[in-house]
């Protein structure tokens, strides 16, 4: 990625691209640089009120709809509106997730929070969009992946957390979850011929709203990590956005040995 920066996405005119929680963050970054290339940007949020305010704040064509990942319901009812107006997309991101550091809660359809929303909402709207992506040239789904992975574990007898829970061991079952399912996805989707790419991308050490949840309750050591230890969304974009164009000679996923940041390979968060 040395070198590399938003300046440098191609053209996106004609192209039809989705960032869920794109309100704030990485995923207002995102969605900024790709609508200032010239695509339209479906932000995918839970508060339309908060994404009506971002969508001013972005240069170019968007369109805002409501999305929930924690309830079955929202995420079908938003695809099947979404692909009737749009049957082609071009890119998914999976952007949205969280952090919750509190007691154990579920979603709507009681999955365990982390879980249900970060991996298994994520799940089912690719899974429903995935015509829609395989409609254009060469479709492409981005999923944020986390470095939590890489001490995690998904214990099958318990994969809702039910048992000995603690709040940073369902994060980062949820975000190893999402790497293998990236990693899957683009297998499958090679093995299958169809003409769309599955790649994770990482932000690195992120300061955006999840920070301060993830960090303050560990008192003033935590609000200082919080405040000033992280690089902002709009230097993390440059990865992002990277993985959400196409590269003419490399695939990502399972595979790529050689695979940059931004791409199918395992990466952090």
């Not at 005119?13 to 695509?39: P, Y």
């Amino acid at each position: 990625m040395s070198g590399w920066t938003a300046d440098r996405i191609p053209d996106q005119h004609g192209k039809v691209v989705v960032v869920t929680g794109a309100n704030s963050g990485l995923g207002l970054v995102t969605a900024t640089e790709l609508a200032r290339r010239g695509a339209h940007v479906v932000l995918a949020v839970r508060n339309l009120t908060a994404g009506e305010e971002a969508a001013h704040r972005i240069p170019g064509d968007t369109e805002v709809r409501e999305l929930d990942l924690a309830s079955l319901a929202s995420v079908r009812a938003f695809a099947a509106k979404l692909t009737a107006d749009h049957p082609s997309v071009d890119v998914l991101v999976n952007n949205a997730g969280l952090v919750h550091l509190g007691p154990r809660r579920t979603t709507a359809d009681g999955f365990e929070l982390h879980v249900g929303t970060n991996m298994l909402g994520p799940y089912a709207l690719t899974g429903l969009l995935l015509d829609a992506l395989t409609a254009g040239s060469g479709g492409r789904v981005v999923s944020l992946s986390s470095i939590t992975h890489k001490n995690a574990h998904l214990d099958f007898g318990d994969l809702m957390s039910e048992h000995g829970y603690r709040a940073s061991s369902a994060y980062g079952r949820s975000k190893l979850a999402t790497t293998l399912f990236g990693l899957e996805l683009d297998r499958r989707l090679r093995a299958a011929g169809l003409p769309v790419v599955s790649a994770l991308a990482h932000p690195g050490l992120t300061r955006t709203n999840l920070t301060p949840r993830a960090w303050e309750h560990r008192g003033r050591f935590g609000r200082l990590i919080a405040a000033g230890a992280f690089w902002p969304p709009s230097r993390w974009s440059r990865g992002r956005c990277r993985s959400c164009v196409p590269r003419p000679t490399r695939r990502c996923g399972a595979g790529s040995s050689s695979a940059p940041p931004g791409s199918g390979r395992p990466a952090a968060r």
